[in-house]
């Protein structure tokens, strides 16, 4: 079986995902063959431009007659462009990969979940990070109860790309077209690595906040509003009895990509950065402090398709590995998780935070 690949979108998220289609039939022999066919867009130079460079044979400016010609979509567009294209790729049978969050708003999210339900197709969503070793070995960790009860949930993911004032206006700065700022962007990875570790969460608490209310437009004519948080911070109160805190921010000096989380049980914690993604630090009831494990063994996860142990991997092959998760549920028939339900649980998480900050108090996803 040959399945034949839609993009819609060839930037950074399109770049990503064609680079895991090439990269596994050398390193993921067992996955389903691909044909990179179709790739959507709207600039017609810069689509065949990036057609050669990431090895798609077509190219259209339109996603509704491309999803006829298609086993599998991939919505890699703004997020304002996610519900549409795959409620009808999936009415129309066809499996969808759709980027995070799943929508810029709870009810089109509610829609897509919908779709999702009454279609046979795969319905997956990208949180790539719980396909890096490191935090696959840490859910492991968990399950198998090594930090016994979880007790309390840390997660930050901060950037540092709107420090300046003077960084240009983009699409993730409109309310209308993103639904949020740095907690949409980024708040969703670390929300869903919170459900994804500890479980179902209750009640949140949210303080938001934008610092630079306008930005230069990017084509000089003048400024555009800024209409989303630039940092965010929330509490949560989970279903198990756990505490948890999340910061996100757009504007941490010196951040370029930090996202960091922490466990802490009863009979151990454990922390994890992507700034170090081969790398657990795990504390263990006989041990005074946290120890160093590199997740680079051949029995880790993933670890044995690709190189001797302590040759490190990178942020490029969680996508890899989504990838190949994603593509074997569909030729096995089998379910993939993170799927739409997911993705729906965390655009609920993303609402709740954005009510508490607006009301100044507690509520329920």
């Given at each position: 079986?040959t399945l034949?690949i839609?993009?819609l979108?060839?930037?950074?998220m399109?770049?990503?995902?064609?680079n895991?289609?090439a990269?596994l039939?050398?390193?993921?022999?067992?996955t389903p063959?691909?044909e990179?066919?179709?790739l959507?867009g709207?600039d017609?130079a810069?689509?065949?431009?990036?057609a050669?460079r990431?090895?798609?044979t077509?190219?259209?400016?339109?996603?509704r007659?491309?999803?006829d010609?298609?086993d599998?979509?991939y919505n890699?567009?703004p997020?304002f462009?996610?519900?549409e294209?795959?409620?009808e790729?999936?009415?129309a049978g066809?499996?969808?990969?759709c980027?995070?969050?799943?929508a810029d708003s709870?009810?089109?999210a509610e829609r897509?979940?919908?779709?999702?339900r009454?279609s046979?197709?795969?319905?997956?969503v990208?949180?790539n990070y719980?396909f890096?070793?490191?935090?696959?070995r840490?859910k492991?960790l968990?399950?198998?109860?090594?930090?016994g009860e979880i007790?309390?949930f840390?997660?930050r993911?901060?950037q540092?790309?709107?420090?300046d004032p003077?960084?240009?206006?983009?699409?993730?700065?409109d309310?209308?077209l993103?639904g949020?700022?740095?907690?949409g962007d980024?708040?969703?990875?670390?929300?869903?690595l919170?459900?994804y570790?500890?479980?179902?969460v209750?009640?949140v608490?949210?303080h938001?906040r934008?610092?630079?209310?306008?930005?230069p437009?990017?084509?000089?004519d003048?400024?555009?509003?800024v209409?989303v948080?630039?940092?965010t911070t929330a509490?949560?109160?989970f279903e198990n009895?756990a505490?948890?805190?999340?910061?996100?921010s757009r504007?941490a000096?010196?951040?370029?990509n930090?996202?960091r989380i922490?466990?802490?049980g009863?009979?151990g914690?454990l922390?994890?950065?992507?700034?170090r993604p081969n790398?657990?630090l795990?504390?263990?009831?006989d041990?005074r402090g946290?120890?160093?494990?590199?997740?680079?063994e051949?029995?880790?996860?993933?670890?044995?398709?690709?190189w001797?142990p302590?040759?490190v991997l990178?942020?490029e092959?969680?996508?890899?590995?989504?990838?190949?998760e994603f593509l074997?549920?569909i030729?096995?028939?089998d379910?993939y998780?993170?799927?739409?339900?997911?993705?729906l649980?965390?655009?609920r998480?993303?609402d709740?935070?954005?009510?508490?900050?607006?009301?100044g108090?507690w509520?329920?996803?």
């Open positions: 079986m034949r839609g993009f979108g060839y930037r950074f399109g770049r990503a995902h064609a895991a289609l990269r039939p050398m390193f993921f022999p067992d063959e691909t990179r066919r179709i959507i709207r017609e810069a689509l065949d431009d990036a050669d990431l090895g798609f077509e190219t259209a400016t339109g996603w007659d491309a999803i010609d298609v599998v979509f890699l567009a997020n462009l996610h519900a294209p795959a409620i790729a999936l009415d066809v499996h969808v990969l980027e995070k969050p799943l709870l009810d089109d897509m979940a919908t779709a999702a009454e046979d197709a795969t319905a997956a990208a949180f719980r890096l070793p490191a935090v696959a840490a492991r968990v399950e198998a109860g090594k930090l007790r309390a840390r997660g993911y901060l540092d790309w709107l420090v003077t960084a240009p206006w983009s699409w993730r700065l309310a209308d993103a949020s700022g740095a907690l980024l708040g969703a990875h670390t929300l869903d919170a459900r570790f500890v479980g179902d209750t009640r608490s949210g938001t934008t610092f630079v209310d306008e930005r437009d990017p084509e000089g003048g400024t555009q509003s209409t948080d630039d940092a509490q949560l109160a009895g505490t948890g805190t999340v910061e996100v504007v000096p010196g951040r370029k930090d996202h922490e466990l802490d009863t009979e914690a922390r994890w950065s992507l700034e790398e657990l795990v504390r263990w009831p041990s946290f120890e160093r494990e590199l997740v680079t051949a029995d880790d996860p993933y670890a044995d398709h690709w001797p302590g040759h990178g942020w092959h969680a996508v890899v590995h989504e990838n190949y074997r549920a030729a096995a028939d379910p998780d993170p799927d739409f339900e997911a993705g649980a965390v655009q998480l993303l709740a935070v954005q009510r508490a900050a607006a009301d108090g509520v329920e996803p």
